[in-house]
């Protein structure tokens, strides 16, 4: 069946670093939105990053923008988020999502609207101490 099976969580201190890792199968990988969601306690789930498997195209909110990088291996069927300068306003779980459908939809599409996803991972949790 579809999975999407996240790690690479845990607990650092402010200005530290993490790799969050999110390994899918069961599911055609390419050709498809990838994307990196958090989710604090009393807040709405956000979209930090996300990539599109067929090419180049990467995203990232602008709360993240130049600390966070989104890549992927595609031989691994895996893509990865390194959070760099981790802020305690980071501190969230981070789920890993796939795309409902395959296909680029072009500049207009809106990547971090949740009803895009219909596969989410399990969430692994990222905790930032100041």
């Known amino acids: 069946q579809v999975q999407l099976v996240e790690s690479g969580g845990g607990s650092v201190q402010a200005g530290g670093s993490l790799r969050l890792s999110c390994a899918a199968s069961?599911?055609?990988?390419?050709?498809?939105?990838m994307g990196w969601f958090r989710q604090a306690p009393g807040k709405e789930r956000e979209g930090v990053a996300a990539l599109y498997t067929g090419g180049d195209y990467k995203y990232y909110a602008i709360s993240v923008k130049g600390r966070f990088t989104i890549s992927q291996d595609n031989a691994k069927n895996t893509v990865y988020l390194q959070m760099n300068s981790l802020k305690p306003e980071d501190t969230a779980m981070y789920y890993c999502?796939?795309?409902?459908?395959?296909?680029?939809?072009?500049?207009?599409?809106?990547?971090?609207?949740?009803?895009?996803?219909?596969?989410w991972g399990q969430g692994t949790q990222v905790t930032v101490s100041s």
């Open positions: 069961g599911y055609t990988y390419s050709s498809r939105y």
């Open positions: 999502a796939a795309a409902s459908y395959s296909g680029y939809e072009g500049p207009r599409f809106k990547v971090f609207d949740p009803i895009h996803y219909a596969t």
